[in-house]
């Protein structure tokens, strides 16, 4: 990955932990021998299918029971790697490190301080880009716990939750458990050659015509594309629609992908004026999935490689 396009996935990260030091606010002193405590309880995470997948949200109260006015957060484990969504009322998160497959998340509880007695009610979204399908499932291991401040050392309350797919028809019994794809599933197609055209300033600009698709639910963040034998000058300029170019690699446009799902757009070649008229050589690029930072394995890496030419002509 070059630099360009690892300052923008290295972002993602340092942006997360910026946000978390963000929710840092210092939890109001409580009175001599008596410490600041919290409950938490969860309604159902119900999942209902749609044209993109399925979403839902879980119904979250946090009680103050200690007896000072205090700041609390939480902490968030989500059943479905890659499917937890934001706070509504919407109110700062930030991710940590995952747990095996599937992201945490640390979020203030909306409202600022709660008061001694006082209960305080928020959803929290979920989505799943997978298929919906004519059964219900489930997922288990959703956690949740309610924090003195944003500090995990300082854990009120702790509850559990499974996250309930309706079926097609609107049916939430007899439940069978969802599985998630752990391996990529996509595949990359060019349209096999492109011509750099001389523009006004003297440099040479291409278009190639490129397809991505995407078939199963493997969590995920982005995909993006890494070249191979780009001749001596010619860069990739960027893509349209618009996403990070990195000069050797892209981000593929449109962000996450539903099974099933395909996407065409273009990469925009570019070279110097110097760049010599004539047939420059084959370039491959080679798709890549990134789920928080890491590279996940395709299930058929053979579909992830495509070769195109690359040939530079004076402007007609």
């Given amino acids: 990955m070059t630099t360009?396009?690892?300052r923008r996935l290295a972002a993602v990260l340092v942006g997360s932990v910026a946000v978390l030091l963000a929710l840092a606010a210092p939890a109001a002193a409580a009175p001599a021998g008596r410490s600041?405590?919290?409950?938490?309880?969860?309604?159902?995470?119900?999942?209902?299918?749609?044209?993109?997948?399925?979403?839902?949200?879980?119904?979250?109260?946090?009680?103050?029971?200690?007896?000072?006015?205090?700041?609390?957060?939480?902490?968030v484990v989500e059943p479905v790697a890659g499917s937890l969504g934001n706070l509504s009322p919407e109110e700062a998160c930030g991710f940590g490190a995952p747990e095996g497959n599937r992201r945490t998340a640390t979020c203030s509880v909306p409202g600022g301080d709660i008061e001694p007695g006082e209960s305080?009610?928020?959803?929290?979204?979920?989505?799943?880009?997978?298929?919906?399908?004519?059964?219900?499932?489930?997922?288990?291991?959703?956690?949740?716990?309610?924090?003195?401040?944003?500090?995990?050392?300082?854990?009120?309350?702790?509850?559990?939750?499974?996250?309930?797919?309706?079926?097609?028809s609107g049916s939430l019994r007899n439940p069978?458990?969802?599985?998630?794809?752990?391996q990529?599933?996509?595949?990359?197609?060019?349209?096999?050659?492109?011509?750099?055209?001389?523009?006004?300033?003297?440099?040479?600009?291409?278009?190639?015509p490129v397809t991505v698709r995407w078939a199963g639910d493997t969590a995920h963040e982005l995909l993006w594309a890494d070249a191979t034998g780009l001749p001596a000058g010619v860069v990739i300029w960027g893509t349209d629609p618009q996403d990070m170019p990195g000069f050797t690699n892209f981000v593929v446009p449109g962000?996450?992908?539903?099974?099933?799902?395909?996407?065409?757009?273009?990469?925009?070649?570019r070279a110097e004026p110097e760049t010599v008229a004539g047939d420059l050589g084959t370039v491959t690029f080679q798709l890549n999935t990134q789920w928080y930072g890491q590279t996940v394995a395709d299930a058929e890496p053979a579909d992830n490689t495509a070769s195109f030419t690359v040939t530079a002509a004076d402007a007609s």
């Fill in 4 to 6: 360009r396009n690892g």
């Fill in 36 to 75: 600041p405590d919290a409950d938490v309880s969860v309604g159902r995470l119900v999942l209902d299918p749609t044209a993109r997948g399925y979403q839902g949200s879980l119904p979250v109260t946090v009680t103050n029971r200690g007896p000072v006015a205090t700041y609390f957060s939480i902490v």
């Fill in 120 to 168: 305080r009610k928020f959803s929290i979204a979920f989505e799943v880009l997978t298929p919906t399908r004519d059964v219900a499932m489930i997922a288990e291991g959703g956690r949740i716990s309610v924090n003195v401040g944003d500090g995990e050392d300082e854990v009120a309350d702790r509850a559990t939750f499974a996250a309930r797919f309706r079926s097609a």
């Fill in 176 to 182: 069978v458990p969802y599985v998630q794809d752990s």
């Fill in 184 to 208: 990529a599933r996509a595949s990359i197609t060019t349209a096999g050659a492109v011509t750099l055209s001389r523009q006004e300033d003297g440099s040479y600009l291409g278009r190639l």
């Fill in 255 to 269: 962000g996450r992908f539903l099974t099933g799902e395909q996407r065409s757009f273009d990469v925009l070649l």
